[in-house]
Structures are given as C-alpha cells and as structure tokens.
C-alpha cells in the first residue's frame, strides 16, 4: 500500500521561505514522476509542479515558476518543495501526489500540508 | 493555457443520477481524469481517461468524452457520493496538469 506523508508546513510571513517534504513507502519510489498540488482555503485544486522519476526534468505553474522548486532524493524515497518569496496567495493545503507512468494522472495523494502565509 | 470549466455545484435526489460536465476547447482529445474530494480529505481518483474506473470504485461511476465537454456519471446517487468532484486533463503543449474548478454534489 502506497503512502506519501507531507510534513514541514506551518505559519510564515510573507516574503520568507520555507521548505515542504513528502516521505514515500510502499512503493519503488524512483520509478515515478511525483507531483505538488495544492488547495487554497475553499478553494479548487491547483497542479503546482512535477519531477520526472530521475529528477532530470522539472515543470512548474506560470504561479510559482521561479519562486519554487522541486526536488527529490531517491535514496531516501522524499519529494521536496522549497519555497521562496511565499505571499498570502500561497497559502493552502499542499498535497503530494504519484503519477502513473504512462496516463498522466494523479494515482496516490498525501494528506496534505498547510501553509499559512500571514503577517 | 488550457482551461477546464466545471458548473460549481449540482444537486441530485438519493437514487437518482448526477450528470456532472467538463468543458474544454476540443476537450475530446485529451484523456480526462476524475477526481472525488470529501470534505477534509485527499481527493481520489474515480474515473480515468474518459471512462475507466481504478479497482474498488464503484460501477455507479461512469465517465465519457466527446467534442469540448466530457462528463462525469453518478448512478443511483447515495449519501456518501456527497463531495467535490474535479476533472483534470494533461495539457502535453506545455507539459502542464489542469485542473477543471470543480463541482460541488449536494445529496438531497
């Protein structure tokens, strides 16, 4: 059984940083592009980023594109979102996700992650 | 960039059945992915490029796809069926995951 546990969310200000990360088991975690999604406060959801399996290739939303970045170590089965210059726009429920390999979709979700950015 | 649209909410009685819709430009040529959301919880996974259902969903739940809309189908309606549900495609011009704005179900 597939599990992904996010963990490293809290309350910042805006302007500051701060750095997500997604623990996997239960699967061969290297095979699989790994996704950020998010959900601001009552509100839908928004695809943030994928990593291809080997972390050679990274896409992210015209929202976040270069105040995120997304990583992983495969030797350690963990997903990573760091996250510079957050504003109260990013503020939400962060969920990591498992893509199935040949149908671009999201097969496993975490439980997700809350960020409050708010002076 | 591409565009899913979602009526924000339906309404249906136990037993009967919700129509939920999608639309996108030419939305038919992409593969579309349905999503339940309960409330405080992950979404899940319901239905997969237009109408396959993963193992453990329901029959209830069907899904197609033809011209710029594609819907999502909820037969015999239950209690439990009460969430948000999303569609999503993968835009491969831009390499980018879309997700539709998502669909309230109210069970009367």
């Known amino acids: 059984q597939v599990q992904l546990v996010e963990s490293g969310g809290g309350v910042v200000q805006p302007g500051t940083s701060l750095r997500l990360s997604c623990a996997a088991s239960?699967?061969?975690?290297?095979?699989?592009?790994m996704h950020w999604v998010r959900q601001a406060p009552g509100k839908g959801l928004e695809w943030v980023a994928v990593?291809?399996?080997?972390?050679?290739?990274?896409y992210y939303a015209d929202s976040v594109k270069g105040r995120f970045t997304i990583s992983r170590d495969n030797s350690k089965s963990t997903l990573y979102l760091q996250m510079h210059s957050l504003t109260v726009e990013d503020t939400g429920v962060y969920y990591c996700?498992?893509?199935?390999?040949?149908?671009?979709?999201?097969?496993?979700w975490g439980q997700g992650t809350l960020v409050t950015v708010s002076s | 960039s591409y565009v899913l649209t979602q009526p924000p909410s339906v309404s249906v009685a136990p037993g009967q059945t919700a129509r939920l819709t999608c639309g996108g430009n030419?939305?038919?040529?992409?593969?579309v992915h349905w999503y339940q959301q309960k409330s405080g919880q992950a979404p899940v996974l319901v239905v997969y490029?237009?109408?396959d259902r993963p193992s453990g969903i329901p029959e209830r739940f069907s899904g197609s796809n033809s011209g710029n809309t594609a819907t999502l189908t909820i037969s015999r309606v239950e209690a439990g069926d009460e969430a948000d549900y999303y569609c999503?495609?993968?835009?491969?011009?831009?390499?980018?995951?879309?997700f539709g704005t998502g669909t309230k179900v109210t069970v009367l």
């Open positions: 996700a498992r893509d199935r390999l040949i149908t671009r979709l999201f097969e496993d």
């Open positions: 239960g699967v061969t975690f290297s095979t699989y592009p």
């Open positions: 990593i291809s399996h080997d972390g050679g290739n990274e």
């Open positions: 030419n939305i038919e040529s992409f593969g």
């Open positions: 490029d237009d109408s």
């Open positions: 999503q495609v993968w835009d491969r011009n831009t390499d980018h995951y879309v």
